[in-house]
């Protein structure tokens, strides 16, 4: 016989997701099939949250990136350049210009394209309901009861 699509027993409910983890794992110890038990949220709330990055650690970063690969390209002319500096000038300049090259890009960027005044909206539950088909609901509102009175 088919499974039902629609797991309409509650057997528990927790106050975090970790929580129901665990009764969920509880039940499955004790013979319960894990494909019969589903973990729901429940209780939705809109939750707003800042998207965007402040304009000097977008600044920061991308300075830290552009020293990163300036370093690199100093290395590489290093080895493969014919140069009157010698290979730790021509490192520590393509560093130094790499870091100016990043923090320019990432001011400009989070000047122009970075909105930290926008906001996301999403949908996070506050309560999650353990449930499972009807006819499994017995046995493990039964097994939790029995795990509460030990």
């Not at 939750?47 to 990163?68: I, M, N, W, Y």
């Not at 122009?112 to 353990?130: F, G, L, Q």
Request: aromatic share 6%; net charge neutral.
């Amino acid at each position: 016989m088919a499974q039902p699509l629609v797991h309409d027993g509650l057997v528990a409910s927790a106050a975090t997701y970790a929580e129901a983890q665990g009764t969920v794992e509880y039940l499955r110890k004790y013979g319960m099939a894990g494909e019969s038990l589903l973990v729901v949220g429940s209780e939705l709330r809109l939750a707003e949250r800042r998207t965007g990055t402040s304009v000097p650690r977008l600044t920061a970063v991308t300075a830290g990136v552009g020293g990163g690969l300036g370093l690199l390209m100093g290395i590489f002319v290093t080895l493969v350049a014919d140069t009157n500096m010698t290979g730790l000038v021509v490192v520590f300049w393509g560093a130094a210009y790499g870091v100016i090259v990043g923090a320019l890009v990432g001011l400009f960027r989070g000047l122009i394209r970075n909105r930290p005044e926008a906001v996301s909206t999403e949908v996070v539950p506050t309560r999650y309901e353990i449930r499972c088909p009807a006819a499994e609901a017995s046995v493990a509102i039964a097994l939790l009861q029995q795990d509460q009175a030990a």
